[in-house]
């Protein structure tokens, strides 16, 4: 009876617990989430210090919850697990068509005109995209905007049908760092991912160019962005949606040492506006090559 008794003692104190942490039906956290395009380092360090800042200026409790691929972001999005997103173009669209309601709130400078880069073993001497035919080939993520979205696309505009004309079927790596290590060891002959990990890469020395070189940057199209929850203020109370883009706005022109390293990480100076609307031109690629379907 006495163990009955602290049992239903204990569960009536954790139900307490709980209704005063979400009193209002508010729940003072925010949980962030990114699709994994890089190593799960860099992404664990690039997301946990971003998580920090926005707790600092926003007054809420940001934690990163780290992701196995890029569907399983969109789910949580979808389900609500996690409230800001780091999607890519195309996995943005995907999010927002399944979470109604859902809004893009900044993207990187650099995001408004992006491009995507392939690389091939300079063995090779290809340097035009209609050259890829007959040779093997990795993509990235089969969710990637960068790294297989917009690739597919240039190529079935160079006269390349990724299905039919390459030796074998197209390979998915998963992530961009991938798909270069992949051509580097020789294993595929030809990869396409996007320019800023490449440019990083080739950057920081780590990259064989005597074994891996680019051989073709696309024409710009739009990626990268932040996508909040349309019931971020139901969650966190009134104006939770607009002072976390105001803080994620607010990078560009902080000066702290701290803001120019997650600015860094995220390979830019900081965020910028951006708007559903900017991605109409993902969406209906995505739609005509079949990779979105209403």
């Known amino acids: ?41 860099l992404l664990q360090e690039r997301f946990d210090g971003l998580a920090r800042y926005l707790s600092e200026r926003t007054g809420y409790e940001v934690r990163y919850v780290p992701s196995v691929d890029y569907a399983a972001v969109v789910t ?27 809004e893009a709130i900044a993207q990187r400078p650099e995001d408004a005109a992006f491009h995507s880069v392939f690389v091939a073993d300079p063995a090779l001497g290809i340097t035009a995209l209609a050259d890829v035919a007959g040779h093997s080939l990795t993509f990235g993520s089969e969710s990637s905007t960068s790294g297989h979205l917009m690739p597919r696309a240039f190529l079935l505009e160079a006269g390349v049908d990724p299905e039919d004309d390459l030796d074998g079927p197209p390979n998915y790596s998963g992530s961009h760092d991938a798909t270069w290590k992949l051509v580097e060891a020789g294993a595929y002959q030809v990869g396409a991912l996007n320019e800023s990990v490449w440019d990083a890469r080739v950057g920081a020395g780590e990259v064989d160019t005597s074994r891996v070189t680019e051989m073709y940057r696309t024409p710009a199209y739009v990626d990268y962005h932040w996508v909040v929850r349309p019931d971020l203020d139901e969650r966190l109370g009134s104006g939770a949606a607009e002072r976390v883009r105001t803080a994620l706005l607010g990078l560009i022109a902080d000066s702290s040492l701290e803001a120019h390293a997650i600015a860094e990480a995220f390979g830019t100076n900081g965020f910028i506006p951006t708007s559903n609307e900017n991605y109409a031109q993902i969406q209906s690629v995505a739609e005509r090559l079949g990779l979105i379907t209403r």
Do not use: K
């Open 1 to 41: 009876m006495r163990t009955r008794i602290f049992s239903s003692v204990i569960a009536l104190l954790a139900l307490a617990a709980l209704a005063g942490c979400s009193a209002g039906g508010q729940e003072l956290d925010l949980v962030i989430g990114g699709i994994p395009d890089q190593d799960l380092a």
């Open 76 to 102: 949580a999005f979808r389900n609500g697990d996690i409230q800001l997103a780091w999607f890519g173009g195309l996995t943005g669209v995907q999010a927002r068509l399944l979470t109604p309601g859902a």
